[in-house]
């Protein structure tokens, strides 16, 4: 049997710090990407999960950060906690997604939540295709809609110590080039 001690902290901030420590819960960095048509999605899907959402860092691509920094701190500042850390980008199409590939390769994302329009052609399509490549690359848990959003973020690993197999690759990059 586990006795777990609540305290709280005027902020609140402690009690989330104390909560993730005894649970042993793995702060993650979640990146949030949504194209035009999908950032009402996105928000109201950040509204809703904000509690999970708080206990971890946060990344975003230019307008999305803005948007997921207004309705986070809002959800947060109603209940008296502190807000995640959120680092915006560039927008995708100025860089943004190269940006988000270059962490991804880096192996400083755990989890991109990218709720992409399929009916609408982007200006910045191959930078979009680069992106999601990259997540297969260094198998990166990547949700491209709301449903499987919904399942990573209640998944019990979303909050756990989790190392994902990535493929070796040395064979490749140390492969002899013929002249």
């Known amino acids: 049997m586990r006795l777990i001690v609540l305290l709280t902290g005027e902020d609140g901030f402690c009690l989330s ?6 649970n042993k819960l793995k702060i993650k960095t979640v990146a949030l990407v949504a194209h035009d048509n999908r950032k009402k999605d ?3 899907w950040v ?9 971890h860092r ?3 691509t230019g307008t999305t950060g803005i948007l997921v920094s207004q309705a986070i701190e809002r959800k947060c500042l109603e209940n008296q ?21 270059a962490l991804i390769a880096e192996q400083k994302v755990d989890i991109l939540i990218f709720l992409w329009d399929p009916m609408q ?18 198998n990166i848990v990547t949700a491209t809609n709301r449903s499987t959003a919904d399942f990573v973020i209640s998944s019990v690993l979303f909050h756990q110590d989790y190392q994902p197999v990535i493929k070796d690759y040395s064979t490749y990059t140390q492969r002899i080039l013929k002249e």
Not at 17 to 22: D, P, Q, R, T, V
Not at 121 to 138: E, F, M, T
């Open 17 to 22: 710090n104390f909560y993730i420590a005894m």
């Open 42 to 44: 996105m928000i109201d």
């Open 47 to 55: 509204e809703y999960n904000w509690k999970e959402l708080s206990k």
């Open 58 to 60: 946060l990344v975003c």
């Open 81 to 101: 906690l502190a807000p995640p850390v959120l680092t915006s980008l560039k927008s995708g199409p100025l860089g943004g997604d190269q940006q988000l590939g």
């Open 121 to 138: 052609p982007q200006p910045h399509d191959v930078d979009v295709k680069a992106l999601l490549r990259i997540c297969a690359l260094y």
